[in-house]
């Protein structure tokens, strides 16, 4: 009797003594993968809130550059805790394949990644009794695990109503002791708003009063008396843009080909930039200075064969600042060499970053000069919501909620 005691007790035993010793590697492995993958507080995240963990991973996934292998250091981890090669081969796609990235054609997702990796608390109750602490303890990382750099948290937007810019191409902006005035045009129909509190709420007004004289159908920045618009009437040899100085005209230049359209215009006090769209994806760069021909500038790389849902252009004080739009992020690059050269692409806004932002749907962002600030502004789609609003006063290196 005694024998087949200890011999249930050994068939019972054994499996479970195994899973203990498994469950130790495992933890291990687990610490590391989290350190890997989100930065210095992974392990911890991963073992204790893992959606604060994939939320960490997806920041870092898309601040990286579309071609970037941003997870393949973590391959060889992933498929030591899975024993997937697939899994393996997915931490080695580029960025720009993984849907939380934005662009069309994902062939990855971090929730395919995360439903993979073991459950710890499953393999700890089957090392019960062998294992007496918890699982928690185990979770330790070995020494000289690889350790991501922490990814940066983005920008919180704020709640702005009453601000039309979407489908408007022509923005004109006005600041006098009765607030801040824009005026709106999609060259059918011209919408002015007004804030009295710096932003926060805007009201319809009349733009044919005096104070927006020179405003309707035009781009021009706060004060000035130059403007920019658009000849309608060019389609056998391109768009041109029209300028203004004290609301006569003074000249006109054409700019691409007959097959470009306009995407964005803006403009500040000296000239207006302009992206057009040849067709395939194919972006160009105008800059239009007063009674000078308009001239292509150089076009960044992000926008050369880009797939987006939207891209808006400003500029102030020289600078050239360009908004894209790609599923639920928007990039920012920006140039202060009139196109020479770009800066890298910072992420503006990311709406499953932020909880304002989360719920409801949104146009495409929009960019607009004003007051020595450059304001982003996506509306929603329901009129029932307001539009989340950021400002940047460093020519969009760095955003913050307008309000």
């Not at 009674?291 to 500029?315: E, K, N, V």
């Amino acid at each position: 009797m005694g024998a087949l005691i200890c011999l249930l007790a050994a068939f019972w035993g054994l499996p479970r003594a195994r899973a203990a010793w498994r469950l130790h590697d495992t933890a291990v492995l687990f610490a590391d993968y989290g350190l890997c993958m989100a930065g210095p507080t992974g392990a911890v995240a991963l073992r204790d809130q893992p959606s604060e963990f994939w939320r960490l991973v997806r920041r870092r996934l898309v601040a990286s550059n579309s071609d970037e292998r941003v997870f393949a250091g973590c391959a060889a981890l992933a498929f030591r805790l899975t024993g997937a090669s697939s899994v393996a081969d997915a931490h080695q796609v580029q960025a720009g394949r993984f849907a939380e990235w934005g662009m069309p054609g994902a062939t990855v997702d971090l929730n395919q990644i995360g439903r993979t990796l073991p459950d710890l608390s499953e393999m700890g109750q089957a090392a019960w009794p062998f294992l007496r602490s918890g699982v928690a303890v185990l979770v330790k990382p070995s020494l000289g695990a690889k350790e991501a750099m922490h990814p940066l948290e983005t920008a919180k937007p704020g709640a702005i109503v009453g601000l039309q810019l979407h489908g408007r191409l022509l923005r004109s902006r006005r600041i006098t002791e009765r607030g801040l005035f824009v005026v709106a045009s999609n060259g059918h129909d011209t919408r002015a708003v007004r804030s009295r509190d710096r932003g926060r709420n805007w009201t319809p007004t009349s733009p044919w009063q005096a104070a927006l004289e020179g405003t309707s159908d035009r781009c021009s920045s706060d004060g000035s008396e130059r403007a920019f618009g658009l000849d309608g009437h060019r389609a056998n040899t391109g768009p041109a843009i029209v300028y203004y100085n004290s609301d006569v005209k003074t000249g006109q230049s054409v700019l691409g080909g007959p097959n470009h359209r306009i995407v964005s215009l803006g403009c500040d006090e000296s000239a207006a930039v302009v992206i057009a769209d040849a067709g395939n994806r194919e972006y160009g760069i105008w800059q239009c200075s007063s009674d000078l021909p308009c001239r292509a500038l150089p076009t960044p790389p992000i926008l050369q064969g880009l797939l987006a849902d939207g891209i808006d252009i400003a500029r102030i004080r020289g600078a050239i600042v360009i908004a894209i739009t790609q599923g639920p992020v928007v990039r920012v690059v920006s140039s202060r060499d009139e196109g020479r050269s770009y800066t890298p692409f910072t992420i503006a806004l990311d709406h499953a970053d932020s909880v304002i932002a989360e719920k409801g749907r949104y146009f495409p962002a929009q960019l607009l000069a004003i007051g020595g600030s450059v304001v982003m502004v996506e509306e929603a789609e329901s009129i029932s919501m307001p539009a989340l609003a950021l400002v940047s006063n460093d020519f969009g290196a760095s955003w913050h909620a307008w309000n």
